[in-house]
């Protein structure tokens, strides 16, 4: 009577546990985690996701980065940042000009905060957008992107 019941458990267990393992995969994870977050999907370019998300730092406005690569080799990407400005309702583009950084195969890069300074290259202050006057963020998109594999 004991094995009878025994091997239904065991198997609903085993059951169990192997649904988990498969919703923690990183693709599972990875997509659950980009919904939640509020990031705005600019472009896809060569299966590399550039997202970016407005957000308030010490009373600036601040645009936050993610760049996702979904390849199976490392890339090199490069882009311009352009601001639409809320003062004057124009575009301007990013005082820093072309950006870039390498990526290895299947990772992700982003600002999660305002206080990620070591990823300088995914966090702009309105301060930094014009060298003579602090901008009003109200929108931001990419532009000019490239990605090269670096094999």
């Known amino acids: 009577m004991k094995k009878s019941t025994i091997i239904p458990v065991l198997l609903s267990l085993l059951f ?34 550039f997202y970016y998300k407005l957000d308030n730092c010490s009373g600036q406005k601040a645009v936050l980065l993610r760049i996702v690569n979904r390849n199976d080799f490392e890339v090199q990407v490069n882009w311009k940042e352009f601001f639409t400005d809320a003062s004057t309702r124009r575009t301007i583009e990013g005082f820093a000009s072309e950006k870039e950084l390498t990526l290895a195969a299947g990772r992700t890069i982003e600002a999660r905060s305002c206080s990620d300074y070591d990823k300088t290259e995914c966090l702009v202050l309105s301060s930094m957008v014009s060298p003579t006057r602090v901008v009003r963020i109200q929108d931001f998109e990419f532009r000019s992107i490239t990605v090269n594999a670096t094999r």
Not at 24 to 39: A, K, Q, R, V
Not at 40 to 45: A, V
């Open 16 to 49: 169990f546990w192997g649904s988990n393992i498969m919703a923690l995969s990183p693709e599972g994870l990875s997509l659950t985690t980009e919904m939640s977050e509020d990031w705005i999907l600019d472009q896809s370019t060569s299966n590399v996701d």
